[in-house]
């Protein structure tokens, strides 16, 4: 099973940048695409950006299209997330998750630890 640890999070003020990392460990990172979701208190988890096993296609949510940019470098197992124009809204706890690489559903137990990330306004 591939074990995912994401780092890069922290305090930004509005329109501001980041860069979060997801590094895996476990079994081969090309055998799976890689997810961003995001979580606040109160609410649900919420997809953020995805992208396939090879890097060749990406998809996002609509709240970040446009400002925020995922990819992976498979040659060192790490997955990233580039956030650009960061929002008040855009703070919350983000989570890296290993994609099935059909339906891209999220594999059990890939699930990091989080990261937080903060905009201040």
């Known amino acids: 099973q591939v074990q995912l640890v994401e780092s890069g999070g922290g305090l930004v003020q509005a329109g501001g940048s980041l860069r979060l990392s997801c590094a895996a460990s476990g079994q081969a990172f090309t055998n799976y695409g890689l997810g961003w979701f995001r979580e606040v208190p109160g609410k649900e988890r919420e997809f953020v950006a995805a992208i396939s096993w090879s890097g060749a296609d990406t998809y996002y949510a609509d709240s970040v299209k446009g400002r925020f940019t995922i990819s992976r470098d498979n040659a060192k197992n790490t997955g990233y997330l580039q956030m650009n124009s960061l929002k008040a809204e855009d703070t919350a706890v983000y989570y890296c998750?290993?994609?099935?690489?059909?339906?891209?559903?999220?594999?059990?137990?890939?699930w990091g630890q989080g990261t937080q990330v903060t905009v201040s306004s």
């Open positions: 998750a290993a994609l099935m690489r059909t339906g891209w559903s999220p594999v059990d137990g890939s």
